[in-house]
């Protein structure tokens, strides 16, 4: 049982001779996944309901690093920097400490949540191998940011929904929209053998018409403002169905690999592997670098996009550098004294000095950071706030007109028209402040910045 298997194998927690009723053991560990706030708290409550008796360590540990939880699953160390955790994250993450080629340890951001084999807010590394469904199926899916010169009250409410807003509607497609023209090659990534990618290459025509869309979901475009009330630009979205399509292949070619020769890796947790050995490796490592191309060549013209029609309608705007980041991809990485394959789902890389972005929802904060680099996350971050609820919870449970008003009293052009809009309502998420706060050892906040008005994916 977990239990059990955190305090016979922590090097930090020992039982010192106390026996374990295992199912016992599992309620304790129930009970923990959801009133530990703090590592102080987790630990305290382990030595108190186990009966350890060597709790100095234990204490030690919880000063020097109140923001990240540790325990131990099936030998390997899992670090975690989120308040909570919810029961199919928890899940997910039993199942992949039981993965035979990871590498030192497994983090999981505070935005954590159960996802499809790997928790979102999750980043792995390994030896020899890559996982597909540890990037995830929207590749090289990530967010960009410009500061503009201009002041948001100088906006004339009338400017900002006619011309502003509805400019940006007409020029950028949303949802499974994408351009009625094709769009010139010079927006598609360059410096590739396109008919040497197999599934590219049968999706090239269509990236013509995917470039520069938005897509669904959780994807956004908003106008936000700094505490000096300065306007920013901030866009969160991916690969579009290429990303899926190469997902997808790769998955279940991984997955015949792993049948055909009698992989350890369990089928049902969907962590099938590609050896580094095998040309499919290879293979999927190009298209995958072409998906996280071609995400950022989408963000790019979207958001030249958005420049133009802001150029249109503010006379002398100057916009700064764009800001990118990515948070799905795997990378080949230096941690601990070895080079290894690093894959963030749902995680933004935090070098020290490196300058990122974490989005809230459209009812609240977004953050500009510069990474701490912390080798205990693999010198990585949140990817965003991270949702409480799924999506079909959050049309269940949350109330249309509470939502509406909640983001009409901040004055902020929403997008909350219908009960399906609920997927994507502040009240879905996390406190995006308290995410921040448990990743103070990760990053370092420079900006923040506050919503204006918001177009989301549909």
Same mark, same amino acid.
């Given at each position: ?17 106390? =026996? ?63 308040? =909570? ?170 997955? +015949? ?92 890389? +935090? ?25 205990? =996350?693999?010198?990585? =971050? ?77």
């Amino acid at each position: 049982m977990l239990l059990a298997a955190l305090c016979q194998d922590n090097p930090v927690i020992s039982k010192r001779g106390k =026996s374990f009723d295992p199912k016992a053991s599992e309620n304790i560990l129930k009970i923990y996944r959801f009133r530990c706030n703090t590592g102080e708290e987790f630990f305290t409550l382990l030595a108190r309901d186990t009966g350890i008796r060597n709790t100095q360590k234990v204490k030690q540990l919880s000063k020097e690093d109140k923001t990240m939880r540790v325990t131990v699953l099936n030998k390997i160390p899992v670090k975690i920097w989120a308040k =909570s955790v919810d029961p199919h994250a928890w899940e997910e993450i039993e199942n992949l400490s039981t993965l035979p080629f990871l590498f030192h340890h497994l983090a999981f951001m505070p935005d954590l949540h159960g996802g499809m084999g790997m928790p979102i807010g999750g980043v792995m590394a390994t030896k020899g191998v890559i996982v597909p469904n540890a990037v995830g199926v929207d590749i090289g899916c990530g967010m960009c940011a410009v500061k503009t010169n201009w002041k948001v009250p100088d906006i004339p409410r009338e400017v900002l929904t006619e011309k502003i807003m509805k400019g940006i509607r007409e020029r950028i497609p949303v949802g499974f929209a994408h351009h009625e023209v094709a769009q010139d090659e010079s927006f598609l990534p360059v410096g590739y053998d396109i008919d040497s990618l197999q599934v590219v290459k049968t999706q090239y025509e269509d990236a013509h018409y995917q470039v520069g869309t938005l897509g669904g979901g959780n994807h956004f475009i908003e106008l936000q403002k700094d505490d000096e009330d300065t306007l920013w630009v901030m866009l969160h979205s991916g690969s579009r169905n290429l990303g899926y399509k190469v997902a997808e292949f790769y998955d279940k070619k991984a997955a +015949a690999i792993n049948a055909q020769y009698y992989s350890v890796v369990k089928p049902e947790i969907r962590m099938a592997f590609i050896p580094q050995a095998t040309p499919l490796f290879g293979e999927y490592w190009n298209e995958m670098k072409y998906c996280i191309d071609f995400a950022f060549c989408n963000r790019r013209l979207m958001m030249e996009r958005i420049q133009e029609v802001l150029s249109d309608a503010l006379p002398g705007i100057v916009f700064e550098p764009m800001i990118n980041i990515a948070h799905n991809y795997a990378a080949i990485e230096h941690h601990f004294g070895e080079n290894v394959y690093v894959h963030r789902k749902g995680a933004t890389r +935090a070098r020290k000095g490196e300058i990122g972005i974490i989005p809230g929802s459209q009812g609240t904060r977004s953050y500009i950071v510069e990474g701490l680099g912390n080798p205990d =996350s693999f010198e990585s =971050s949140s990817h965003g706030s991270g949702r409480v609820l799924s999506r079909s919870a959050a049309v269940k449970e949350l109330s249309l007109e509470d939502e509406i008003a909640r983001l009409d009293s901040l004055g902020i052009i929403h997008a909350i028209r219908s009960r399906n809009d609920l997927e994507e309502a502040p009240g879905a998420y996390k406190d995006i402040d308290e995410v921040m706060e448990c990743q103070k050892d990760l990053v370092k906040i420079l900006t923040r910045l506050s919503p204006v008005a918001v177009v989301k994916g549909l």
